[in-house]
């Protein structure tokens, strides 16, 4: 069936090759059916799925960590675990939370949604965006064979010099993790580039960038931050890997090294890293607020621009992190300043989130409860971060459960609320389905009252004293209520995610089709049914006003009351049709890519490396090889084959 | 099915064969263009890191252990082997040059000059490593060494990965594969290899040429 | 497709969580015993540093609290069952001049908190004119600390338990002598990190006699947590008491008695290989152990603290235990036992050789 041959493949690598070229040993696969098709999409909807699924299963195993924690540090001078063990379990806590968990689930949000949200087939990149997805997860999985291969890292998730270094930390747990972080890594940048072009080139016609919606608006931020920060915490390991694995001397003091060098290169990154894990929160509550109060988002150029404003500004508070480690007054006065009025576009946010819900019609499902969560919980761990601001103040604060506190109620009460308002959210829009809203409400009870407990008492246990990495505390402190309570509630947040896991199960026993837009949404997801055709849009949209879809089925009348159109507006699509093979099938004029299976191909080369160097090199130059057989395979293949 | 080969003309840049869309970018720049702007920045990043650390550590170097990179480097040689890796800046260009207008010979005559030169200024490289370390300076010898051969270590693989990719163009150019309508991937490439090129400019100034 | 109506116990949940923290703050300035309580400052600069901070922790909470009641207000009165599903508010986009006012509103008041903030950090960094000074050295997982030799007394040496004259600045010069730690007495003063390979200087000062609890405070390897400190504040002539006994040599023990063996063991043992105890430590020992200033890779012989005064301090093993008879039996059955990762090895010794150790190690007063 001749679908494309008249239209020369205008630009791109594709005319370079043509299918008589492919090396693969087997058949390019070609089907979007069955379980396997998973392993070969590069369908940004399935990668976006993919993202989550795996990021959910990081957190459950994070949370596991959590758990062990807190059930440690119930009461003092416990010993159920030894130091060296517990150590292993807050490194490896934090990094699962931050790069297996809400790197990866942001990421597949972004995936998912910035093309439906612009009005794009896919992304730019499709067989990247799988080469990312297949990176991430071989990349955790690595990283979490450490446990059965001599024990996990055990320097904190900052892994400060020198103490990572080999005569400080003679196991393989601190290579494991620089190594993982150096995979997980690749798939970042690889995701960053690819969203950049997504969001910058590929817009529906009319779609300004002021016209876009803001969470398109908020990841792209995000995007540029990673895109700048990776390389540096990228120099950063290589420096640690050379000095571990090649005796070099980046950090060797007897050498001469400044063990400073790392915090700096770590923390240039660390900042950027926080924004990197919130603005897309922050993107996806600015999406829910809007849509269940039925009015705008109040002052969208100004959120546009304070999440621009908060972008560059991260560049320039890194040493907040340092204030106690010897910077000198001069270098910790300037970061003070500079921390300090980081707040001021943060705070401007936050008016314009409750200027959006004030008079408008709010309706409390699920996500809007997530969304309001989240504006309650990140104004407290803003504020908190204010008081760390004061540099004095901070000497006090650093290194102890105060930053805990302050950290978890912005990522937990702020990202971690807005990653499930998104997942409530869209949901529906994914998979066809609604989560049961009973069980989300519970979801958000449990949590909330949990999250609280297990947080709030730990501002107090910081200004009381009691220091952050510690596996037990002695009697006698004034900290054992506190931290009973704290323990109560992690279990809390535990039962609550339970809850969360019956309703994934049991919506997906039900059978009750969702609409194509549920919650009467504004932004073009909304107008195309539930779940999407494989090709998202029948026809390219076309863009004239911010919030598109909700100029489509709106209007004001002539008294200034805006009612319903009549007729109310088509769908952009038909939903999915399928072959007789139950192969789904698109209209003849758009042209899909098509599966391939050398990103996993290339993907699992990686890990092969980081195995050799830490084992046997022989080992990596398989990997090698594995990597660049694949890049070879890749190119000479077309981003898509012709259907016949 | 063979795919056209119609020569189309450099309107092709901003035409996107992106899933369906065919027709131009937002910005006018193709995908894979702008994909290599945006990568080149995140490099900047990297070697910024790398730079920086070379500068806090190469004075650091206590007397008794080993020598300095500035005690024993040669400007003129290095400066030799600059001068071969900003030629094959201009041989670059001049390849792009020619398969724009369609002459594919020249095309790879100089690609493949751009891959000698680019190999010559890495056989340099290497060179001066070795004699490095004859003077007593390795990779593990002080902080110095450290810094300096993971900076110019660094570069030295970016280099490598170029001459690579510039010997596939020449490669599938030699199979018929790279007529003017694939001009765009020449000069993407391109754009890869001048950003090479300023990196190393930098870090020469930077080791070479300002004063301890 | 119609919803649930919203449950009415929803805002007063919300309450009832922000008046736990609320009561949790509250609770904690009335706090009995704790000791390392940064709310109770008992010297200058840390109640320097809480005076700062309190009225701007006012503030915060205020404008916390002012948020979460709009969030709480609004969800209230804009809600949809009570103006109805078909209701579609006017579509209100911005308000440039409110944009205008929230953005320099909250900078003003950052600007002005900035300046406090600056004059103190400038304060707290110089070194007062009064100030005594002491050296310190943080190692795993243990402090020690070295007061300079005037014309009249030699340089002091001990371990863990930094005496203090009250009422006077005291001025740290801080190095590690392997990983990076900080040096933290939260009611004296904030913290300062311990830096291989740099010198970080920390003023602390008492005003009352007294012992002050801190720990290290930059996660440092297996036993962070159990690497602890006291502060002990003497009156000005207590003071220089405790520095005169100190820079003399141990309190021999009598001859034949069960301390005398435990003397012997030191030796015998190797004891003098780590610590070095004056008057039994010989002078190349002595040399060889603090003529070192960090722990270079493949150095076998760790840091270990200075023995000479042991039994005057009232904890060791960086202020874990309280030293009695029990305490330091225990340690010496299986020091790595007592204390994930210590340097310190089993040296296997009978009970016999433990008992006349631990009784040695107490008389050295």
Sequence with gaps: MAITEERALESGIDALVHPDDEIGVWKRPDSNRGWTSWLTTVDHKRIGIMYGAVALFFFVIGGIEALVIRTQLAGPEQDLISGQVYNQFFTMHATTMVFLF????????????????????????????????????????FLYSSFFLGGMADCGWFCYAPNSLKQFSSGHGVDFWVLG?????????????????TTINMRAPGMTMMKMPIFVWMSLVAQVLLLFAMPVITVALFLL????????????????????????LFWIFGHPEVYILVLPAMGIVSEILPTFSRKPLFGYPFVVFSGIAIGFMGWGVWAHHMFASGLGPIGVSAFAASTMFIAVPTGVKIFNWLGTIWRGNIRFDTPMLFALAFVGMFVIGGLSGVTHSIAPADTQQ????????????????????????????????????????????????????????????????????????????????????????????????????????????????????????????????????????????????????????????????????????????????????HSDEGEPIWPSSVHMPSPSYWPMVVAAGLPMISFGLIFHLAISFVGVTVVLAGIYGWSLEPSAEERH | MTATTEAAPLESEGHEETPGHGHLTSTGLSNEKLAMWVFLGSECLL????????????????????????????????????????????????????????????????????????ATFIAGQIYEFTVFFREGLGFTTNLGGSAFYGLTGFHGVHVSLGIVMLLSLFALSARGKLGPERAETVDIIGLYWHFVDVVWIVIFTVIYLIPI | MTSPQPPRVRPSRVRFGVLVVGLGLLLAACAENAPQDTLEPEGPISRQIDDLVTPIFWVAIVIGLAVLAAILYASWAFRRSRQGEDYIPPQIHGNTRLEIGWTIAPAVLLAVIAVPTVSTILDLADRPADAMDVTVYGAQWWWEYEYPSTSTRGPVVTANELHIPIDQPVHLTMTSRDVIHSYWVPKLAGKKDVVPGRWHTLTIQADEPG???????????????????????????????????????????????????????????????????????????????????????????????????????????????????????????????????????????????????????????
């Design chain 1, 241 to 264: 890997m050379f000095d571990r694995l090649f005796d070099a001397n980046f950090f060797n003091v007897a050498a001469g090294a400044d063990p400073l060098l790392w915090q700096h």
């Design chain 1, 398 to 577: 650093t290194d102890t459960y105060y930053i805990v506190a302050h950290f978890h109620y912005v990522l937990f009460g702020g990202s971690i609320m807005g990653i499930f308002g998104g997942l409530y959210y869209w949901w529906p829009k994914m998979f066809g389905r609604q989560l049961d809203e009973g069980l989300g409400k519970v979801h958000f009870w449990i949590n909330l009252i949990g999250f609280n407990l297990t947080f709030g008492p730990m501002h107090i246990l910081g200004l009381q004293g009691m220091p952050r990495r510690t596996q037990t505390y002695a009697e006698g402190m004034g900290w054992d209520v506190w931290n009973l309570m704290s323990t109560i509630g992690s279990y809390l947040i535990a039962v609550a995610l339970l809850v969360f896991i019956y309703n994934i199960w049991r919506t997906y026993k039900r059978a009750v089709p969702a609409a194509a837009d549920p919650w009467d949404g504004r932004t073009l997801e909304w107008s195309i049914p539930s779940p999407p055709p494989i090709h998202n849009f029948d026809v390219e949209p076309t863009v004239e006003h911010l919030d598109q879809w909700f100029h489509d089925k709106y209007e004001e009348t002539l008294d200034g009351k805006i009612v319903k159109r009549d007729p109310a507006p088509t769908l952009l699509a038909e939903p999915q049709q």
């Design chain 3, 211 to 365: 012992e002050y609890f801190g720990q290290c405070v930059e996660f440092c390897g297996a036993s962070h947590a159990n690497m602890r400190l006291r502060v002990i504040a003497h009156t000005p002539d207590e003071f220089e008491d405790w520095l005169d006994h100190n820079a003399a040599d141990r309190t021999a023990p009598p001859a034949g008695s069960l301390e005398a063996t435990g003397e012997d063991l030191i030796t015998a043992k190797g004891c003098t290989t780590c610590h070095v105890l004056r008057g039994v430590s010989t002078a190349d020992q002595i040399e060889a152990l603090r003529g070192r200033l960090i722990r270079v890779d493949g150095d076998p012989t760790p840091f270990a603290p200075d023995l000479t005064h042991v039994g005057s301090r009232g904890t060791f093993a960086g202020s874990l235990f309280d030293l009695n008879i029990g305490e330091l039996k225990a340690w010496l059955r299986n020091p790595p036992e007592r204390k994930d990762g210590s340097l310190m090895p089993n040296l296997n010794l009978t009970e016999d050789e433990i008992d006349a150790l631990a009784n040695y190690l107490l008389s050295l007063d």
């Design chain 2, 47 to 118: 070697f910024g890191g790398l730079v920086s650390t070379y500068l806090l550590y190469r004075n650091r170097v206590p007397a008794s252990q080993g020598p300095k990179v500035s005690d024993i480097f040669d400007i003129p040689f290095t400066s030799v082997s600059s001068f071969v890796l900003l030629m094959s800046s201009l041989t670059m260009v001049l390849a792009v040059a020619a398969i724009r207008r369609g002459d594919e010979h020249r095309t790879r005559t100089w690609l493949v000059t751009t891959a000698l030169l680019g």
């Design chain 1, 181 to 197: 972080l150096q995979i997980t890594g690749i798939a970042s940048l690889s995701g960053a580039i690819n969203l950049i072009v």
């Design chain 1, 102 to 141: 809400v790197m990866p689930i942001l990421a597949g949000f972004a995936n998912y949604m910035v093309p439906l949200m612009i009005g794009a087939r896919d992304v730019a990149f499709p067989r990247l965006n799988a080469l990312g997805f297949w990176i991430f997860f071989f990349g955790g999985l």
